[in-house]
């Protein structure tokens, strides 16, 4: 079975213009997460989906990002205007089960890395 | 708050020479404790999860372990493929189904 399945791996781009981050969950997996990852700060959430449904966006650092999840194959990050401090590995994760399940396991995708110069 | 600290941030041993990592958590109501490795330009691989303390996971070289502030991963004879970030992560009460991660401990076993 795919795991998680994100894209672009690599991204260079220059400050100010948007960047797209796209992912494709496990199939039948109806939790997703956007995490990101620097040296400084870890492994960071940034939203969380539902059944496609946004549900904790407190992550997202400002309103330069943006989350949508259209449906249960495809969600997208997009950054607009990007900056330099956006720099980072942007992960998609999902999972089978949601709520106050305590069982269940989340997979990532490899990452998508981005550098905005 | 979640908070998972991790130590060390990074340790050297050498082939078959065996350690433990550490992680110490805060948890309002632990729903879960996680470990997954992650080796350079990867995404992380779930490991292990523990749910009450004095719980055990074996896998191979590893053994997690978890007590009601902190869980340790038992690494024994290790060997230079076992070299990767290993990241301890908690599930609270109040998170949902969300992570919160430490920072990882940076591992490199050498030949």
């Known amino acids: 079975d795919a795991g998680v399945i994100q894209s672009p791996r690599h991204e260079v781009t220059e400050m100010g213009q948007e960047v797209t981050l796209r992912c494709k969950p496990i199939?039948?997996?109806?939790?997703l997460f956007w995490y990101r990852q620097t040296m400084m700060r870890g492994l960071e959430l940034l939203i969380y989906?539902?059944?496609?449904?946004?549900?904790?966006d407190s992550g997202m650092p400002e309103d330069r990002f943006s989350a949508k999840m259209p449906n249960a194959s495809f969600s997208t990050l997009k950054i607009q205007p990007s900056e330099p401090r956006d720099s980072a590995v942007y992960f998609c994760?999902?999972?089978?089960?949601?709520?106050?399940?305590?069982?269940?396991?989340?997979?990532f995708g490899e990452g998508s890395w981005l550098t905005v110069v | 708050e979640d908070q998972v600290t991790q130590s060390p941030e990074a340790l050297r041993l050498q082939e078959g020479e065996s350690s433990s990592l550490n992680c110490s958590y805060t948890v309002s109501g632990l729903r879960g404790l996680f470990w997954y490795r992650q080796d350079p330009g990867k995404g992380p691989e779930f490991l292990f999860t523990?749910?009450?303390a004095g719980e055990e996971k074996e896998k191979e070289r590893l053994k997690a372990t978890l007590t009601k502030k902190e869980s340790f991963l038992h690494i024994t004879a290790p060997k230079p493929e076992d070299s990767a970030t290993y990241l301890c992560a908690v599930r609270g009460h109040q998170g949902y189904s969300t992570l919160t991660f430490g920072k990882g401990t940076m591992l490199l076993v050498s030949p």
């Open positions: 989906f539902n059944n496609n449904v946004p549900i904790d």
């Open positions: 994760a999902s999972s089978t089960r949601t709520g106050e399940d305590s069982g269940n396991t989340i997979y």
């Open positions: 523990l749910y009450s």
């Open positions: 199939s039948g997996h109806n939790s």
